[in-house]
Structures are given as structure tokens and as C-alpha cells.
């Protein structure tokens, strides 16, 4: 054997033999070096054992990945043979451990707070570049998948299938007589080259070095597009084309593109005379806000970052009502979110105003919409394509579907082929007739949102996917909030497996602003046809404090400022019920609402949870509608029902309960709030003292529930009738005898399926209200032409309209009927009874004709917890 | 999993040394082998399989040859036939598994293109297997089919222990990046290594600086190399920006990662050999392939070079071999014509450089200049090494040598390219490359300033990382 004169261990003996380092260094070295990873390890460890919700999210999804994909391997060789086994296997495995390592990476405890001190020093200072945002000059923002497009390679190789799927999404529109308008919305810098290079002059206009070519082959193919930039060049010369730290246009840009376009549309589409509608521009409104590129380069500093403002000019209609989306529309818009961008709270920069309702404005036609932010290339599309395949007909009406996206998708866009549009039997799920429906099972699929910050958008919902325990084995896809406000919420923290019990709605019927949000689908092709559902309790995942344990000394509370700090902590643990003694459950906003104290006037913007401030104080709106209702002599009711912790303090618990007890009495801002609205002339129900004088053994609560009972209902309605009846100048027709049958009611309140108590139920006396028609009861039902219109939010619903509502022919408008002898007229939402009601009314048009008393009726914690807020809305113009 | 990384550096690595410190030193191979797996299966767990069959075959060869040689000596032709056969078995075995896994999908592409332009359509090859290429065979079976070899050439002594020859294989430090580590180079170290905090100390000393090298330097400059060449157009001037860029991503990327490897080896108590020697200070390119990943350089010399006659056969011969071993060493670095064409480039040079009694055609000029027309030509290479395909090679040789389209998209990529970051980066590259000492010459002499140095330069480093997405690894993916 050949002797190696250099042995590897001789040479280490050397090599370390001549590292000249004194022992003490050297030790010290290997301390620090060890501390260090002691100490980060440990950190980690602490930090995920201490948000025990969101922190370890990533670590035990992916650790149940691993196991399921090991204890689906049988199956996968069973079904598949045992290669395709052995690869279904190992490419879940695969899966879960990239989502492990980048969620540990993302969920680092240090990660966010170094990220702004770093990026300020890194990009701010010294123009380094991250992936999504680009340093420009003067504070100039550039987003990065944007200028990578303007600067990468021809948009004719780099996306070869995006015109094959625009020319067949052409082709199967106009078999239908509809025309397609695609605006590729140009990239930022196309328009503001100079603030990134001092190479290229301002009127200059980089783009891709194919989308010249791309565009002449699109046209010669038959194709029709907009191109928005001279319009945008226009805006530029009149002021700003294109916001400075944020990735979007400027109101002007979405004005002078939304009017060029409108030229184009009258000149190309034959749209019907009949159709047209007057909209005008609203009181012109400034909003400020860092921006998308801001704070994605300096996250959880958006305080201290420099704020920019723009003014929007929301259209409303000829009548001054808030322009809306509307089904039906001879133009259907798709688009993403420069669509989106003055029209979604969520993206900052105010609602109302967006390329839409501009489009609107400028063709004075009222314009259907799916945007959805993100994912331009397939997103919207899809959505409508996935509508048509499930029955509902979006396209019955329309003559032009115009496709607005951002150019980039050209060369990063997944130009997914488009699906079939015809509605295929067993595709097409009925609609829930009541509207929603509770539902057990277990969780097989559930998407995540994308990593706070990473994502020029702060909101996403995911998609969970739910075999039920019952009915016919066919799985549920539904929607829920994945982030908020930048914040991932305790709906992530589902997994497969987990057995859960949720309220769902039909998504059809989810507001507008919900329907564009980004949302993370899940994977499989199959799904995409499915008619999702949505799950409207915000993605909240209750823990219970034990209901045998007494609160612990640190939230023990006398006064306001203890209540919220415990609201708070509960709040950001994703806590939205708190157990209470006896089975007694409550509901946190409801406390919240009654531990902010003054929520009026000047204090209402720093307490009310209204996304936008102006709508923070309920005083101007519920004045506003009053004052209007008196012009058309209508008398308003007011009826806010009291929160529950408000009427029985008692059950929270010793402590807990004095606290409430202090803040819901007479001196109380809820009771307070009543007398000033008496002294502006509203008439006012104040039911809490009637509730508390209930006896025992009759509750006005649910006690699983956030609604009143049957029995609170029941005298809520004889309060009512009682006042009706004294009101002067209110003549009512002649009294209908109807009749109420008692019985009982078995349910398992909101509040228990909220908090996955599926043991939690109740019994509770019950009368069923009816006409006797041959010795039946028969429901009465609301009546349009009644001169008594009952409006507000689900409490006006409970025990009326079945499904989640417990019950029918027992809820307010049948006591009401009882009470009064008449049916009465019913405009009642789910969610908040403060503004869409008011806004449903108006859209009914009839100016509350031959109306005579409005009862408006609605949770007195919706004064300060309703996120829409409180809008004056022109309902008698 | 990668050492920059959130999850090596803050999981596994502490892991990785509480266990094997908290198993008796016997035993140590048997954690240190496991933890391999685990951070090679990472990546995707099917190919732990593949590593592990490729490690059984040429351990049962291994063995298979040391009998051919017991048997041999007085069983003469027996004995020879068995150790040929057990030697052409393990080589035959890593080469295939090499070739299907490297080189299918490039060799059905080239034969269909084939049969496209000779116009017999009917004899394509379409198939729907697309193989993924297993992360690291590159350097594992390499490294594998190199104890065979030395056991056959006795220059080193079979290994017994299955868990030590696992370990050689597997081991985390140089398993996916090299340096490859040549089995009589650690055999030795495989049963009896020292652990001091002396070898340890150096080990963190060459763990952080490596770790900075890659994070503060190489990925700054990977992201101006990046720009310039997925740029759809770019003029002259930013084009040679690019390229020096990448030069320098490249070499501070794959030195910093065999400095990490051979940190990571000390603190385990091994010593890894030398990768890099200060490459770009080369005046030749001879001297370039002396100091440029020389694990790989000496494999191809003492396995390829050699054995195909080295420079015994006359001069034609040799040239023939040199450009014939640069070649294969293109391929090994990915199934593609560009590294072809970079193996043909440096092969050729070397041929040249040959003729020339080992020097460079510009032996005359001043060292520096000598240096930087190396530096030119190296850099020259790396648009065919660094490029998707030929066109865009092409394409990007034409705008560094001013043939290049221009146009308005090209002149906004200054206003990216020289931002005061990457000015900087650039600088400080350059001033490392040919200003500063090499981490073996710097961690000689652990000061208390140059230890706090090293300190301060972990801590930066795992901050800008913390916080930085852009963290490719370009050696990787070969």
C-alpha cells in the first residue's frame, strides 16, 4: 500500500498545532459560539410554547404531515401499486418539510422586529433591493415582480400560453355575443422611469422588450385591448399617474384610464339605450397610508412611515346612494387590485372610488364586478367561469366582460386554461333556502395564507375543505379569514383531522368586499367547481376558560381599564368566548363594547371598530335617518337590545361580574348613549330594565347564544307594540287575530358552536305565532305593504328564519304580528345592523312609502363593534 | 438543507452537536451518520434510498476487492479477476446511477433532437419520465467510487465497519457541496480523531466567515448577477458589471460553503482538505485549475487524467487529455451544452497554456495585468457556466463584447445595478478577493481582535439573513 507522507490527521495535528490561540480564546470562543445557538434554539422553543396559538403552526402541521403521509402510505400502495405509493408518499413528506422550514423561518421570534430596522438600513440607506420592492430615487417605490417584467426576458417566451387562453376565453364569450376587452395595466416604472434611473428621461416609456410584438400578434389574432398608458401618461402630466410607495395607480390614473376606456367601450359595444343610469361623483374624501411597498419593506413600523395622500371621489348614483356592483350589468368587470384599490378597505387607500365605479361613472352604466386581488392571469377569470359552471348565469345580460390585470402577469402570471362554462349536472349546488346552515365534520384540506408582510395586501382568506359527519358524504368547501389586518387568525390553526362545527352562508351572499380579497384556494382541480360557502365568524378559534375555575387574580377587574385589558388579551389570543358560570356563555366583543366607555362625538374614532374612522360615531347616522324618516312622517324606533354580560353580570363570575355590573348600569355608556338620543328627538326603547326585572326563572337570554330568548323576544315585542300603540298620529289598521302555541325548543346556541361545545345545549320555552286556518297555525308571514317596517340585524331573525336562527314563526316580527295584530315589513341582515339595512333600503327605491313607524332594531354593541360602521345612507333622498 | 439557513443554524446544528457530544466517542459515527441522512433526506426523502444503496454496493466492493487481494497471493489470476470485476461493479453501479439520474433527460433531448433534424420523427423517444436529479450525487458517488478505487490501487485499506463507510459517505459537512473527500484522505479520521477546543474554536472561526462570505458578499452580488442576466436586454457596460458579479457570487459562494464544510468538520474533529486557493490571483489559467475547487481538480487528475495516460503518451496526447478531462469535469457540473462549452473553453486553454511550457500567452506582461487577463477569461467562462441555455449565452456574450439590443428597458437596469449596496458589495469582493488572506492563513493566528472579527461577522451575517429572502446556493443544484 502507497504511504500518504501528508495523513489527513497529521495534517490536523499540524494545522492546529500551528493555530496560534491561547487557550482562553479559544474556550471563550467555543462558549460564545455555543451560547449563541443555546440561546436562539432556545428562544425559538420559549416563543412557540408562548403563542401556542399562531407560533407553532407551521412545526405541528408539518409534524402531522409526516405522520399522515407515513400512515397513508398502505392506502397509496394499495390503490396505486407500490412505486406510485412510494411517490405519493414521499411527495407529502417532501411538501411538509418545505412548509416546516419556511414557516420556521417565517414564524422566527426576531425575524419581524429586525426586519425595519434592517431594510431601513439595507434598502433605505444603502438601495439594496429585497425581492418584492425596489429603491428608487425620492422615496420612490418600485415592486419588484413589476420591474422584473419591464426589465426581463420577452413577455413572447416567457408566457407563451397567455394568449392562447385570452384568444379561447374570446372565442367562448362571443359565442355568447359578448366581447372581450383585456387592459394589461403597465407596469410602474413604464411610467415613472426616471425615478428609478437617471439613464432614462420622464417621457420615455420602457416596457418588455416583447410586448410590442405581443400585443400586435394579440391583435392580429382578433383580440381586443385596452392600452391604459397614454391615459396614464395624461395623468402623470396633470399630477400623478402612480403612487409613490405604493404599487398602484392614483385616483387620477384609475380616472383617466377608467374614461379612455368608456370612449372605447361606446365606440365597440352596442349597449342598450335603456340601461343607462346617472352616477356622479360623491363629496371628494382624503385618505393617507404608507402604502403596500412601505409596509412590505418596513413591516410593524407603518406608524412612523411616512404617510402619503390622495384624494378619492366615491361615485354614488343619482339618488346619492354608494355606488354598487350590480348582477346584470351590460359590462362585467374582471380584474385584480387596481381594481380593487379604492374600493377595498382593506388595501388602504379608501372604498368607493375604484376603476369600477369610475368605469361606471364615465359610461353611466351600472358595471358588474369579480376582482380579486393577486393572481391576475386566472384569478378573476376563473371565479366567473367557476359561477357560470355553477348555475348562477353572470353573463345572462352582458355585452362586454372587460379583463383588466397587471402586465407583469404576462411573464409571472399562471395562465391557467380556462374551464368549461356550462353548468353540469351534479355541478350545480342548491342554494341553502334559509340561507345558511351549521354543520359538523372533519377538516381534509386546508390552505394558509401567505406570510404576513410578504404580500403588498394585509387581508386573505383560505379555504377549508369539511366531510361531514352527516348527510351524504359529499365534502364542503368554505371560506373563512385566513389574515386580517396583517395578523394570521386562529382559523389557521384547523388541521386535518381536526373535527370541527361551523355556521356557514352561501359565499353568494357574502358582501362585495369579501369577494375580492385574495383568496389561497386549494389545490385540485375538482374543487373549483364546488359552490363554496363562506364562515362568517371571522376565523375565530375559541379557548374556554374552565367554567369551574374562577378567573385568576390577574383578571380580577372593578373598573373599565381592567376589562379591556382582559379584552384585549383575549382578543389577541383569539378568544371570542368567555365561559361563564352555570354554562353561561359570553360573547368578547359584547364585552369589549361595554368597557370602552364613551363611544360618541370626538371620543368615537379611538374606541369604534369602524375600518374607516368617519364612520366610527353612530350618533350622525342613527340622527341622519331619524331627521329623514320625519320629513316622510315616519316615526323611528329605536330599539338597541343590551348585551347579555350587561342584564346578567352575575353568571361571568364574582369578580369579573362587579366590574360589568358598574359599567352596563344607569351611568353606563349604553344606557347613557339613549338619553342623548332622546334629547335629539329619537325615540328610544330601553329594554334592559324591563329584562332585569324578569323573574329567575324566565331568562331573556339564551344562554349559549348571543340573542335574546323567546321570552326576552316575546317582551321586547309587548314593549314595542306598547309604544307603537302611544305613539300620537299612528293610526293602525284593524286588528288580525293570530295565535301563539307554546312549546319548546332544543338549541345549541351560536355562541357554543363557537366555542366547539357541541355538549352545550338548552331548552327553552317557546310560542309559535300563527293564523288559525282550520286548526292549523299558519306562519305569518312579513308583509311588504305593512305600514310597520321592522329593520336591524339577526335578532330581528332569531327564531324566525330557521336554520342557524334556532326556529321559525317565534322571533320579533311574529311577536310583533301577535302583539300589534298585523304583519309587519322586515329588512334584517345577518351581521351588522347598523349601516346594510339602511343601505338595503334604500336600494328597494320606494322611499318608505306607506310606512308609518320603522323599528329599528339591533345589538347595542354593534354601536362600537361594527367594522362597516355607521354610514348616513339617503334612504328618503 | 443548506448551512445558510434559518433551520440548519438555529435546529439542526445544535442538535446536530449536542448529540454527538452526548455519545461516547465510540459511538459517534452512529449519530453523525444518522443526522446525515436526515439533513440529506431533507431535500427529498427518496433519495436517502439511493445514497444508501450506492453506499452498500461499494462497501460490499470494497470488501469484495480486499479478498481479491488475500486470494491474490497465491491465487495470482483469481485473485486479480476478482478484485477487477468488484471494481468495475462499483464503477459501473455510481457511474449509472450518475448518468441516469445527471444525464437522461439531456440525452433523451439531444436524441430526439437528432432524429428531429434528420428528419425520422417516427423514432423519437417521448416519454413522460422526467427525472429529478437526487441533490449531491454529483459529489457522493464521486466520492463513493473513489474508496473502491483506492482500495483497488491499495491505497487505502478496505473499512470494516459498514457504520464507518456510511459515515464517509454521508457525512453532513461535505455531502452535497465538497469538498469531496477522498477516502485514503480520512480513513484514519473515520475511527481516531482528535476533538480539542483549539481545532473547535478554528472550526467556528471558519464556520463564520464562510457564513458571511456567503450571506454579506456572494448574495449581494448574486442579485446584480441576477439583474443583468435575466435582464431581456442589457448594454455593454452593465453587462460586464453582471459578469464580475457573478464572478465573484460564484467564488465567494462555493469557497464560503467549503469553508463552512470544513468548519463544520473541525467542530466534529475533522479536517477536511483545502477546496480554494485564492483562484482569482491565478496568472494562468494552469494556475487557475491549481487553486479552483481543487477536491474536484485532483479527482479528475488522479481518476481521469492519469488513467487515461495523463502526459505520458506525447504531447498530442496530452492536449487531447486535457481538453478531454475538462470536458467530462463541464459535465459533471450539469447535463448541458453550456458546460460543454465551458469544459471546452478552460480545456482548450489549458492545451494552449500546455504548448506554452505550462504558461499563459500573456506570460510577458506585468503580474497584474497577467492576473486580470486570467480574471477576463475566467469570467468569460461563467456566461456559458452561468447562462439557462446557448442562446442566452450568446445572447449575453454579444452585450458584454457591445453587440448587445439596448433599449429603454436596458438603461433603467442602472438605475437598479449601481445602488450604493452593491457598489459597495462589488468593492469589497474585489478588495477580499486579491487584498485579503485566505480563511486557512487568517485562522492560523486566532487573536483575540481577529476572534471578535469573526464574532461580529457570525452575528451580522445571521441578522442579514434573518431578515433577506434572496439566499440561492449555486453548487447545489450540481
Known sequence: ??????????????????????????????????????????????????????????????????????????????????????????????????????????????????????????????????????????????????????????????????????????????????????????????LYPDRLSGRVQADVVPRNQGYTAWMEAYRAAGGVAFDPTPALMEARAAGAAYLRRDSHWTPQGVDYSAKALADLLEERVDFSENARRIYRHGKPETVAYPGDLATMLY??????????????????????????????????????????????????????????????????????????????????RHRLQASVAQGEDLLAHTRVVVYEFAVRELSWGDWKPNRHMVPAAGNVAPRAPDGAMTVSGHVVARSLPPAPRSVPYKDCLISVLLEPESGDGEKILFYAHGMVDHQWTAATNWRVGDRITVSLTPWADVPHDLESLNRMDLEGEALHDRTPWWYPEGGKVVTLIDPDTPPPVSEVMNHRESLSALITRKEEAG??????????????????????????????????????????????????????????????????????????????????????????????????VLEVLRESGVSVVDLQPLFESLPDNTLAYCKTDTHWSPAGAALAAREVARVIRELPGVALPERER???????????????????????????????????????????????????????????????????????????????????????????????????????????????????????????????????????????? | MVFSSHLFIVYFLPLALLVYYATPARFRALPLTLLSYLFYGWANPAFVFLMLFSTVVDYRMGLRIASGQLVEAHDAPRGKRMQRQALILSVVTNLSLLGFFKYANFGIENYNALITAAGWESARWDTAL????????????????????????????????????????????????????????????????????????????????????????????????????????????????????????????????SDMAIGLGLMLGFVFPKNFDSPYRAPSITEFWHRWHLSLSQFLRDYLYIALGGNRRGAARTYANLILVMLIGGLWHGASWNFVLWGAIHGGMLALERTQGKESVYRRLPHVFRVGATFVIVSIGWIFFRAADLPQAWSYLQSVLGFGAGGDAAALLSGVLYQPYYVITLAAAAVLTWGAPQTWDFTRELTVPKAAWCGVALVISLLVLATQSYNPFIYFIF
Open chain 2, 130 to 257: 422526467r427525472i429529478v436529479l437526487p441533490l449531491g450525487i454529483s459529489f457522493y458517488t464521486f466520492q463513493s467510487m473513489s474508496y473502491t478505487i483506492d482500495v483497488y490501487r491499495r491505497e487505502a485499506a478496505p473499512e470494516r465497519s459498514f457504520l464507518s463507510f456510511a459515515c464517509y459517505v454521508s457525512m453532513f459537512p461535505q455531502l452535497v457541496a465538497g469538498p469531496i473527500v477522498r477516502f485514503h484522505e480520512v480513513a484514519q479520521q473515520l475511527n481516531v480523531r482528535t476533538h480539542s477546543v483549539e481545532k473547535f474554536a478554528r472550526g467556528i472561526a471558519f464556520f463564520s466567515l464562510g457564513l458571511a462570505k456567503k450571506v454579506l458578499v456572494a448574495n449581494p452580488c448574486g442579485q446584480v448577477a441576477d439583474t443583468c442576466f435575466d435582464a431581456g436586454a442589457v448594454n455593454s457596460l452593465d453587462a460586464w458589471w453582471g459578469l464580475f458579479a457573478y464572478g465573484f457570487q460564484i467564488y465567494f459562494d462555493f469557497s464560503a460553503y
Open chain 1, 299 to 380: 413591516p410593524g413600523e407603518a406608524s412612523g412611515t411616512p404617510m402619503d395622500e390622495v384624494v378619492i371621489a366615491p361615485v354614488e348614483d343619482g339618488d346619492g346612494v354608494p355606488w354598487e356592483p350590480e348582477r346584470g350589468s351590460e359590462v362585467l368587470l374582471l380584474g385584480d387590485s387596481f381594481t380593487n384599490i379604492y374600493s377595498q378597505a382593506a388595501l388602504g387607500w379608501g372604498t368607493g372610488a375604484g376603476f369600477a365605479e369610475q368605469l361606471s361613472l364615465h359610461l353611466q352604466r351600472p358595471v358588474d364586478r369579480i376582482a380579486q386581488n393577486d393572481h391576475g392571469a386566472y384569478a378573476a
Open chain 1, 575 to 672: 378568544e371570542m368566548v368567555i365561559s361563564g358560570q352555570a354554562e353561561w356563555l359570553y360573547f368578547v366583543p359584547a364585552l369589549r363594547s361595554l368597557s370602552v366607555g364613551e363611544f360618541w362625538g370626538a371620543a368615537a374614532p379611538a374606541v369604534s371598530r369602524a375600518r374607516n374612522a368617519q364612520w366610527a360615531d353612530p350618533l350622525p347616522a342613527i340622527i341622519d335617518f331619524h331627521q329623514q324618516l320625519v320629513t316622510a312622517n315616519i316615526t323611528l324606533l329605536l330599539v338597541p337590545v343590551p348585551t347579555k354580560a350587561a342584564v346578567y353580570p352575575e353568571h361571568l363570575g364574582a369578580p369579573l361580574a362587579e366590574g360589568v355590573e358598574a359599567l352596563a348600569g344607569s351611568q353606563g355608556a349604553h344606557r347613557r
Open chain 1, 738 to 877: 293570530f295565535r301563539r302555541q307554546d312549546e319548546t325548543l332544543n338549541i345549541q346556541g351560536d355562541l357554543a358552536v363557537l366555542a366547539g361545545r357541541t355538549e352545550a345545549a338548552e331548552t327553552l320555552p317557546f310560542g309559535r305565532v300563527g293564523r288559525e286556518e282550520g286548526g292549523q297555525l299558519v306562519p305569518v308571514m312579513p308583509d311588504r305593504d305593512s305600514p310597520i317596517l321592522l329593520i336591524g340585524d339577526s335578532h330581528n331573525l332569531v327564531f324566525h328564519a330557521g336554520g342557524d336562527m334556532h326556529a321559525t314563526e317565534g322571533g320579533l316580527p311574529d311577536l310583533l304580528a301577535l302583539e300589534l295584530g298585523m304583519a309587519v315589513d322586515l329588512v334584517a341582515v345577518r351581521g351588522s345592523g347598523a349601516t346594510t339595512p339602511r343601505i338595503n333600503l334604500a336600494r328597494r327605491g320606494d322611499q318608505l312609502a306607506g310606512k308609518n313607524v320603522v323599528i329599528w332594531c339591533f345589538s347595542a354593541r354593534e354601536f362600537t363593534e361594527s367594522v362597516t360602521g355607521w354610514r348616513t345612507i339617503p334612504v328618503i333622498p
Open chain 1, 1 to 190: 500500500m502507497t504511504h500518504h507522507p501528508t495523513h489527513r490527521e497529521a495534517q490536523a495535528a499540524a494545522e492546529v498545532g500551528k493555530t496560534a490561540v491561547r487557550r482562553s480564546v479559544a474556550i471563550g470562543m467555543c462558549v460564545l459560539f455555543v451560547l449563541l445557538l443555546v440561546s436562539l434554539f432556545g428562544w425559538e422553543l420559549l416563543h412557540r410554547r408562548a403563542d401556542g396559538m399562531r407560533g407553532g403552526t407551521y412545526l405541528l402541521d408539518a409534524t402531522q404531515g409526516l405522520v399522515r403521509s407515513v400512515g397513508h402510505f398502505p392506502s397509496q400502495v394499495a390503490s396505486g401499486g407500490l412505486w406510485e405509493g412510494l411517490g405519493q408518499s414521499n411527495h407529502e413528506l417532501k411538501t411538509q418539510l418545505t412548509v416546516l422550514e419556511s414557516g420556521l423561518k417565517m414564524e422566527a421570534p426576531w425575524r419581524l422586529p429586525l426586519l425595519t430596522p434592517m431594510n431601513r438600513g439595507l434598502s433605505g440607506v444603502l438601495g439594496a433591493s429585497n425581492a418584492n420592492v425596489y429603491m428608487g430615487k425620492e422615496d420612490w417605490l418600485f415592486y419588484g415582480p413589476a420591474l422584473r417584467h419591464v426589465l426581463g426576458r420577452s413577455v413572447v417566451t416567457a408566457s407563451p400560453d397567455a394568449m392562447e387562453v385570452l384568444l379561447a376565453f374570446q372565442e367562448t364569450l362571443a359565442a355568447r355575443g359578448i366581447a372581450l376587452v383585456i387592459v394589461p395595466i403597465p407596469s410602474k416604472v413604464s
